[in-house]
């Protein structure tokens, strides 16, 4: 594949053109938190009813786990919009929560048994019950302990108006999604090369219960009795403990084209793995997992970037995207920031907003194996030892410090934010940028810096410090009353939801067997 614009060429069009464009992103955020019963324990009740129904709620879903609540908030192009969404859902959720709390961290703590991990249930629907078969063959492939860490889903769409725009000065003959797609992509890659930054400045997993590894070798050092840590770890949600997950490392997924991208999904959901096939699909009248393919639907691909187009009901994804090219981008780098009662900061979301026009801004030539390579092992040096002082990245076949990689990539991400302040007549994503610039040369002030940092001084591990801030927020929001709109539409979707989901339960006509035959059918 041949790219064929240049960052250069078009410099005129972003010094010039571009920030009157640039006020019409769309954003959405996507925020995991485990439901935690008072003794700290994964929650073992059912979804509270009064937060409807998990499989049509646009707002509050749940993800792998009953216990692990997922809040949506809808695309907008308000600036602020989404963390004024996502603070409403918490406000919402925290008045229906009957003595639990939401556990304020990524990583879970109080491990058990692992099957004493609720799997997601979403009814007796076709689609429904594919949800829950589909996390039963999770835990059988990755173990259930994975599927219970928390994160951040950022959301990013660039206006059709900036499309049409760069497509004319491009002087492209392609389709305006044709050339979006193309373009999506390069911005991914771009993300994809540098994504290293995001767990060095906003990694907040450094340290973990020990009851997480479950009694599996570690080479973590102990940072107090019964709390296990990387020295200068950053994101251990993203290491090799986490969903960085060896069984996919064989897996080989080209985000060159959007046609080679989904080829390569297409191939591993339509290939059958002998291991899984030993795990068995169908046993003794129940299902383990959807199928015996590497993977079973394309959400199982875990990466920290994806590109997504909203799907019709019914619909793969993969369907969705070649048949309607790309829509928006999904970060999915992020971990739950505990020092925010949500999670996510407005300064992190103003950084992820440059970072990706950057991305967007620059050459995007395609990847090659051995980039594919260094990228993978940067990420992976970032993530279990970001806050070495002394750490080297690769580029080019030669190592070079994390600090002077870091420094160059904020003289881009400056321009960006110039481009985003003057569109929004503001200073915010200037200083957000320099704050963040700041901390490359000083690892301690980094989040994962701070929480090493704060159990280091409590003395008493990584739970009581979890516990603490988790109870806090709930202490916060339940001093607050929540506006009476906010909670009607709340409540009324809530109510909704419980009627479609009766609806679709009615409607079903197939067998399941007959309903997944017709999923995969094309």
Same mark, same amino acid.
């Given at each position: 594949?041949?790219?064929?614009?240049?960052?250069?060429?078009?410099?005129?069009?972003?010094?010039?053109?571009?920030?009157?464009?640039?006020?019409?992103?769309?954003?959405?955020?996507?925020?995991?938190?485990?439901?935690?019963?008072?003794?700290?324990?994964?929650?073992?009740?059912? $979804?509270?009813?009064?937060?409807?129904?998990?499989?049509?709620?646009?707002?509050?879903?749940?993800?792998?786990?009953?216990? #692990?609540?997922?809040?949506?908030?809808?695309?907008?192009?308000?600036?602020?919009?989404?963390?004024?969404? #996502?603070?409403?859902?918490?406000?919402?959720?925290?008045?229906?929560?009957?003595?639990?709390?939401?556990?304020?961290?990524?990583?879970?703590?109080?491990?058990?048994?692992?099957?004493?991990?609720?799997?997601?249930?979403?009814?007796?629907?076709?689609?429904?019950?594919?949800?829950?078969?589909?996390?039963?063959?999770?835990?059988?492939?990755?173990?259930?302990?994975?599927?219970?860490?928390?994160?951040?889903?950022?959301?990013?769409?660039?206006?059709?108006? #900036?499309?049409?725009?760069?497509?004319?000065?491009?002087?492209?003959?392609?389709?305006?999604?044709?050339? =979006?797609?193309?373009?999506?992509?390069?911005?991914?890659?771009?993300?994809?090369?540098?994504?290293?930054?995001?767990?060095?400045?906003?990694?907040?997993?450094?340290?973990?219960?020990?009851?997480?590894?479950?009694?599996?070798?570690?080479?973590?050092?102990?940072?107090?009795?019964?709390?296990?840590?990387? @020295?200068?770890?950053?994101?251990?949600?993203?290491?090799?403990?986490?969903?960085?997950?060896?069984?996919?490392?064989?897996?080989?997924?080209?985000?060159?084209?959007?046609?080679?991208?989904?080829?390569?999904?297409?191939?591993?959901?339509?290939?059958?793995?002998?291991?899984?096939?030993?795990?068995?699909?169908?046993?003794?009248?129940?299902?383990? @997992?959807?199928?015996?393919?590497?993977?079973?639907?394309?959400?199982?691909?875990?990466?920290?970037?994806?590109?997504?187009?909203?799907?019709?009901?019914?619909?793969?994804?993969? =369907?969705?995207?070649?048949?309607?090219?790309?829509?928006?981008?999904?970060?999915?780098?992020?971990?739950?920031?505990?020092?925010?009662?949500?999670?996510?900061?407005?300064?992190?979301?103003?950084?992820?907003?440059?970072?990706?026009?950057?991305?967007?801004?620059?050459?995007?030539?395609?990847?090659?194996?051995?980039?594919?390579?260094?990228?993978?092992?940067?990420?992976?040096?970032?993530?279990?030892?970001?806050?070495?002082?002394?750490?080297?990245?690769?580029?080019?076949?030669?190592?070079?410090?994390? =600090?002077?990689?870091?420094?160059?990539?904020?003289?881009?991400?400056?321009?960006?934010?110039?481009?985003?302040?003057?569109?929004?007549?503001?200073?915010?994503?200037?200083?957000?940028?320099?704050? @963040?610039?700041?901390?490359?040369?000083?690892?301690?002030?980094?989040?994962?810096?701070?929480?090493?940092?704060?159990?280091?001084?409590?003395?008493?591990?990584?739970?009581?410090?979890?516990?603490?801030?988790?109870?806090?927020?709930?202490?916060?929001?339940?001093?607050?009353?929540?506006?009476?709109?906010?909670? $009607?539409?709340?409540? @009324?979707?809530?109510?909704?939801? $419980?009627?479609? =989901?009766?609806?679709?339960?009615?409607?079903?006509?197939?067998?399941?067997?007959?309903?997944?035959?017709?999923?995969?059918?094309?």
């Amino acid at each position: 594949m041949t790219i064929t614009y240049s960052s250069e060429k078009e410099q005129q069009f972003w010094n010039e053109n571009a920030a009157q464009y640039l006020n019409g992103i769309l954003r959405g955020l996507e925020k995991e938190s485990l439901r935690i019963s008072p003794d700290g324990h994964i929650a073992q009740t059912p $979804h509270p009813n009064s937060l409807g129904a998990t499989l049509t709620n646009q707002y509050i879903t749940t993800d792998y786990s009953e216990a #692990l609540l997922e809040f949506i908030t809808p695309p907008t192009d308000q600036l602020h919009k989404p963390l004024e969404w #996502l603070t409403d859902i918490h406000h919402f959720v925290y008045q229906n929560l009957d003595n639990e709390l939401l556990w304020a961290t990524s990583m879970p703590c109080v491990m058990g048994n692992e099957l004493d991990i609720p799997l997601a249930y979403f009814g007796n629907s076709n689609s429904g019950r594919m949800k829950t078969i589909y996390r039963e063959g999770l835990g059988h492939r990755y173990g259930r302990f994975m599927q219970t860490i928390a994160g951040v889903h950022y959301n990013f769409s660039l206006p059709d108006s #900036l499309w049409q725009a760069l497509k004319q000065f491009e002087n492209s003959d392609q389709s305006l999604q044709d050339f =979006k797609s193309e373009r999506y992509m390069g911005m991914l890659r771009n993300f994809q090369r540098n994504s290293w930054i995001i767990p060095y400045l906003f990694g907040a997993s450094p340290a973990l219960c020990e009851s997480f590894l479950n009694g599996r070798p570690t080479q973590l050092k102990t940072l107090v009795p019964g709390t296990r840590y990387g @020295q200068y770890a950053t994101s251990l949600r993203m290491s090799d403990l986490g969903y960085q997950n060896n069984v996919q490392s064989r897996l080989k997924v080209s985000t060159n084209s959007l046609d080679q991208y989904i080829k390569d999904l297409e191939s591993a959901i339509r290939t059958e793995d002998p291991y899984y096939k030993s795990v068995g699909v169908k046993v003794d009248g129940n299902y383990k @997992q959807l199928n015996a393919n590497v993977l079973q639907i394309e959400n199982e691909f875990y990466s920290n970037v994806r590109p997504k187009r909203t799907s019709q009901s019914g619909e793969r994804p993969t =369907k969705a995207l070649r048949q309607r090219g790309v829509e928006y981008i999904e970060v999915r780098a992020l971990d739950l920031n505990p020092l925010s009662s949500i999670g996510v900061t407005q300064a992190q979301l103003n950084f992820l907003d440059a970072f990706m026009l950057h991305s967007l801004m620059q050459d995007s030539p395609c990847i090659t194996e051995r980039e594919e390579a260094e990228t993978k092992e940067n990420f992976t040096r970032v993530v279990k030892e970001g806050r070495d002082p002394q750490l080297h990245l690769l580029k080019e076949n030669k190592l070079i410090s994390l =600090k002077a990689m870091a420094q160059d990539l904020f003289s881009g991400f400056s321009v960006a934010a110039t481009l985003l302040d003057q569109a929004y007549q503001t200073s915010d994503f200037s200083t957000t940028v320099e704050q @963040q610039r700041s901390l490359i040369d000083h690892p301690e002030q980094t989040l994962s810096g701070q929480i090493v940092a704060a159990i280091e001084k409590r003395q008493d591990g990584f739970f009581p410090y979890a516990y603490e801030l988790s109870e806090q927020y709930l202490n916060t929001f339940s001093k607050r009353p929540l506006n009476d709109e906010v909670h $009607h539409l709340f409540r @009324q979707e809530a109510e909704q939801s $419980h009627e479609k =989901k009766q609806a679709i339960e009615q409607q079903d006509s197939l067998s399941f067997e007959a309903f997944l035959a017709s999923y995969f059918a094309d």
